[in-house]
């Protein structure tokens, strides 16, 4: 493990000029990139912190309506909040069911997005596409939790489970670094590898993520399965983020409105199902068009030589999610 240095700076000013520095990495919980520095997957020369900025780990209303999360609220925070399990139930379960308790008390919001692929390839330190190499060895080799929709030239799968449900809320990303600020929706915060191989999201050098914003979605009901290969300590196998707005009362009770379906652990982003979208919207949610959007799903998936199961698996999830709703 390579040497660094530590520095806790305090003012986002003081952080993203610290981090102007090549040698630099932002760090929240240190969850997944202490483990990488350990495995020498990644040598920064300086860490710096970023859990003691005052404001980035609150949770406030907007104006006009809808909430503001903190990048640096821990997951734990996040999947406890009263107005977080009342408004957006998908964002809580999926914060509350990320990896143990210790992670979750750790982890950040910022840095679950923001963390690295878990292909076994890469973590074994294989010289893979996110290594810079110039190949996937999942491609053909162990390729059980690899992409079966998005994929390639690299088939890793986007390891966030609030990335998937914060795509389903249209929330909004604030991106700061030392040139400047923007917000992006978050759909356009992550990179396909055929856009660029090298990167999973569209953070420049220095810049870090202060903030998320959640519009406002009265009525709205939401839900995040996630399914696992054992009950704790993993990302998910499949996982699905459903936020739906379905006619409670008037002539046509049960039909749904407005519907936003992202899929993870499939595909390389957060993967937004628009046609199930479609299908659903104008519709009454009944077990035979649960089961229609589920087959939708995975239309176009292709699967590699060790995960077909996952085309079935998510397909049927998303039909158990939508139902669970009604
Ligand atoms: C055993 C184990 C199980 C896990 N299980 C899950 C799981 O089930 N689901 C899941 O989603 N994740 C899981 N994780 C991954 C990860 O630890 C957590 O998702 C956690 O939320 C990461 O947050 P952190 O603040 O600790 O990130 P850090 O380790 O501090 O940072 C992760 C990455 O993000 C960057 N970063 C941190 N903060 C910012 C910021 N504000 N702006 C820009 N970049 C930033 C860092 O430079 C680093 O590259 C697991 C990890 C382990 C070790």
């Given at each position: 493990?390579?040497?660094?240095?530590?520095?806790?700076?305090?003012?986002?000013?003081?952080?993203?000029?610290?981090?102007?520095?090549?040698?630099?990495?932002?760090?929240?919980?240190?969850?997944?990139?202490?483990?990488?520095?350990?495995?020498?997957?990644?040598?920064?020369?300086?860490?710096?912190?970023?859990?003691?900025?005052?404001?980035?780990?609150?949770?406030?209303?907007?104006?006009?309506?809808?909430?503001?999360?903190?990048?640096?609220?821990?997951?734990?925070?996040?999947?406890?909040?009263?107005?977080?399990?009342?408004?957006?139930?998908?964002?809580?379960?999926?914060?509350?069911?990320?990896?143990?308790?210790?992670?979750?008390?750790?982890?950040?919001?910022?840095?679950?997005?923001?963390?690295?692929?878990?292909?076994?390839?890469?973590?074994?330190?294989?010289?893979?596409?996110?290594?810079?190499?110039?190949?996937?060895?999942?491609?053909?080799?162990?390729?059980?939790?690899?992409?079966?929709?998005?994929?390639?030239?690299?088939?890793?799968?986007?390891?966030?489970?609030?990335?998937?449900?914060?795509?389903?809320?249209?929330?909004?990303i604030?991106?700061?670094?030392?040139?400047?600020?923007?917000?992006l929706?978050i759909?356009e915060f992550f990179?396909?590898?055929?856009?660029?191989?090298?990167?999973?999201n569209?953070?420049?050098?220095?810049?870090?993520?202060?903030?998320?914003?959640?519009?406002?979605?009265?009525?709205?009901?939401?839900?995040?399965?996630?399914?696992?290969?054992?009950?704790?300590?993993?990302?998910?196998?499949?996982?699905?983020?459903?936020?739906?707005?379905?006619?409670?009362?008037?002539?046509?009770?049960?039909?749904?409105?407005?519907?936003?379906?992202?899929?993870?652990?499939?595909?390389?982003?957060?993967?937004?199902?628009?046609?199930?979208?479609?299908?659903?919207?104008?519709?009454?949610?009944?077990?035979?068009?649960?089961?229609?959007?589920?087959?939708?799903?995975?239309?176009?998936?292709?699967?590699?030589?060790?995960?077909?199961?996952?085309?079935?698996?998510?397909?049927?999830?998303?039909?158990?999610?939508?139902?669970?709703?009604?």
């Amino acid at each position: 493990m390579k040497r660094f240095a530590h520095m806790s700076p305090d003012s986002l000013a003081a952080a993203t000029a610290a981090l102007r520095d090549t040698g630099a990495a932002p760090v929240g919980g240190g969850s997944d990139l202490l483990g990488m520095i350990k495995d020498d997957l990644a040598a920064p020369d300086r860490l710096v912190r970023l859990t003691q900025l005052s404001g980035l780990d609150t949770i406030a209303p907007r104006p006009g309506g809808g909430v503001q999360v903190g990048g640096m609220i821990t997951l734990s925070a996040l999947s406890r909040h009263p107005v977080i399990r009342d408004r957006y139930a998908v964002l809580a379960e999926a914060a509350g069911s990320v990896g143990t308790p210790q992670i979750r008390n750790a982890g950040t919001l910022a840095g679950n997005l923001t963390q690295r692929p878990w292909c076994w390839y890469f973590r074994q330190g294989f010289p893979c596409y996110k290594h810079g190499g110039t190949r996937c060895f999942s491609r053909t080799g162990e390729n059980q939790f690899n992409a079966i929709l998005g994929g390639g030239p690299s088939f890793i799968v986007h390891p966030s489970d609030t990335a998937p449900a914060l795509v389903a809320l249209d929330a909004q990303i604030h991106i700061v670094g030392d040139a400047g600020d923007r917000w992006l929706p978050i759909r356009e915060f992550f990179v396909l590898p055929s856009e660029d191989v090298s990167r999973e999201n569209v953070l420049r050098p220095g810049e870090i993520v202060t903030e998320l914003a959640l519009p406002p979605r009265p009525g709205a009901r939401s839900v995040y399965t996630k399914v696992r290969d054992r009950e704790a300590w993993t990302h998910a196998v499949v996982s699905t983020a459903v936020v739906l707005t379905l006619d409670d009362d008037g002539d046509d009770p049960g039909v749904c409105r407005r519907a936003a379906i992202a899929l993870g652990g499939v595909a390389p982003i957060p993967w937004r199902v628009a046609a199930v979208e479609r299908l659903l919207v104008g519709k009454r949610l009944t077990p035979e068009l649960a089961a229609a959007a589920g087959a939708a799903a995975v239309e176009g998936a292709r699967a590699l030589a060790r995960n077909r199961y996952k085309i079935s698996l998510v397909s049927e999830t998303l039909r158990r999610s939508l139902l669970s709703l009604t």
